[in-house]
């Protein structure tokens, strides 16, 4: 009897355990570069639908202040992995190799009893660690007929990218070990220059005319940092290689092309987007407006399949039933220019390229058409994903997870009204100064450093544009004093030493 009752409590032990596992959520992180919230209809805009990016928001939640602390790619993608600074990560700077060797949080999903993977873009300059399962492509990867690296080998997989790392991911989904929980990153190519549109999109938005922002022709008045920038649609845009006129479809990212796909591109930007440019005789003003036009029709359009890809998989989790145990993410590596400015890229503290999209769905837990104003970090992307998996945060994860914004939690109250920013690379490739600031809910405070030495002031309530650098003003002394005081307790927090030695010399 004695030995029955062991055996049963043990059974109880194990059905109770198996039971727990199958309650922890899977978790599909879609993770797309350089898409813009200004180029998201959930998010207000104008320029284009994207039902798909918005259905996740309308089952669950939008964040309208999620920002990141380095808008660059790969560092991007080492905090998401770290829950870290890119001072503390290691790594500051794209084109770099990235120390996989250092704790990741999937790794930490991984050895609690989840199923992990990543597939699609990585761009770290190593081979992912942490993952069952990865399927990566090459640096920054191709539009189209792109080289996808596994575990022992390189494959160049026919076809469009966006298309491609979604028929990986239902592949996976379908064939993973279905007794363990799972943890996803989808690893977006799109939207990233030099903006090739799948052949169904091509031409897409052809019939519209965008409007140019507010900030198009931006003098950078009192903006040391944005005069001396090198990433302009008038002067830095480039007509053969990003806007494809007259483009060498013999070599390079078209070298590589199918027959029909060349033929494709060839009837499309040739034979139509060429020769009109070449009728028009254009120069001044209206080459950059037409350049711009250009840019946002090839933009929008490569982001076209980006959203349908991710119908596709939300489509995958509702007929599969995985969706009700399933908390999706779709957010990109940082924000980016859609001609703010005169602008494309990213890099500065300022808005457009500081926020990035983040919208997530989470049966159960979050009401559906939830909106989150708070400031959230991509520090905090790492320790959300743990804890949602019931997996206890590391104490030396920087970012806090944000799980109570998400189900409207008492403990949100205490959530940071600050947010600590620092950019590295510089001089190439945009010749965009290096900096560090202060972003509360109101005001963004920030200094460059280096060959510029200046210091910037924006009030986001009465110039959310920001182009009246209220800096020097002695009106704004007292502001000015208070902010660098919390900047410098930020520094101190975050251990960001390199910054504290600077801010000690200004």
Not at 38 to 63: E, H
Not at 190 to 208: M, V
Not at 305 to 313: A, E, K, P, T, V
Not at 396 to 419: C, H, M, V, Y
Request: glycine share 6%; hydrophobic share 35%; charged share 25%.
């Amino acid at each position: 009897m004695k030995y029955l009752k062991k055996a049963w409590g043990l059974l109880l032990l194990l059905a109770t355990n198996s039971y727990a596992q199958q309650q922890r959520p899977n978790i599909i992180f879609i993770f797309s570069d350089d898409h813009a919230y200004q180029a998201i209809s959930a998010y207000g805009s104008k320029l284009v639908q994207t039902p798909n990016i918005d259905r996740i928001a309308k089952q669950g939640a939008i964040f309208k202040n999620a920002l990141v602390t380095n808008s660059i790619c790969g560092p991007s993608r080492a905090t998401l992995l770290t829950g870290k600074y890119s001072h503390i990560n290691g790594y500051t700077l794209n084109e770099k190799k990235f120390d996989v060797e250092q704790q990741l949080f999937p790794a930490l999903l991984q050895q609690n009893g989840y199923q992990t993977a990543w597939i699609g873009k990585w761009h770290l300059g190593n081979l992912p660690k942490g993952f069952d399962y990865w399927r990566i492509l090459n640096s920054q990867g191709q539009y189209f007929n792109p080289d996808i690296i596994g575990p022992g080998d390189t494959t160049r997989m026919p076809g469009y990218v966006t298309n491609i790392i979604t028929s990986l991911s239902l592949n996976w989904l379908n064939n993973r070990d279905t007794s363990k929980p799972f943890f996803l990153v989808v690893g977006e190519k799109a939207t990233h220059r030099e903006w090739l549109p799948d052949i169904q999109d091509l031409g897409a938005y052809d019939n519209k005319t965008f409007p140019l922002p507010p900030t198009f022709k931006d003098k950078y008045k009192n903006r040391l940092a944005a005069q001396n920038q090198d990433m302009t649609i008038d002067k830095t845009m480039r007509l053969k290689e990003d806007l494809k006129v007259h483009a060498n479809y013999e070599k390079g990212i078209y070298g590589r092309f199918s027959p029909e796909q060349k033929k494709a591109y060839i009837d499309y930007y040739e034979n139509k987007i060429s020769k009109e440019f070449d009728a028009l005789h254009l120069s001044g003003d209206a080459l950059v407006e037409w350049k711009y036009q250009r840019y946002l029709k090839d933009y929008l359009a490569t982001a076209k399949s980006l959203d349908r890809n991710i119908g596709q998989l939300l489509d995958y989790l509702d007929k599969s039933g995985l969706s009700k145990n399933t908390v999706v993410v779709y957010a990109s590596d940082q924000g980016f220019y859609l001609g703010e400015h005169g602008w494309f890229d990213k890099r500065f503290i300022y808005e457009e390229s500081l926020r990035t999209p983040f919208v997530i769905k989470y049966p159960g837990v979050v009401k559906p058409g939830t909106t989150i104003n708070q400031l959230m970090l991509n520090i905090d992307w790492a320790p959300t994903f743990l804890q949602m998996a019931g997996v206890k945060v590391p104490a030396d994860i920087q970012g806090t997870s944000f799980l109570p914004l998400l189900k409207n939690d008492p403990a949100k109250a205490n959530w940071r009204k600050e947010a600590y920013y620092h950019y590295y690379e510089f001089p190439e490739p945009h010749h965009v100064y290096p900096h560090f600031g202060i972003r509360t809910e109101r005001y963004t405070l920030v200094h460059f450093y280096g060959e510029s030495n200046s210091w910037e002031l924006y009030d986001l309530q009465q110039d959310p544009h920001e182009v009246n650098n209220l800096y020097g003003q002695k009106k704004y002394e007292a502001l000015i004093a208070g902010l660098k005081d919390k900047m410098k307790k930020l520094m101190i927090t975050y251990k960001d030493t390199e910054a504290l030695k600077i801010l000690a010399q200004d």
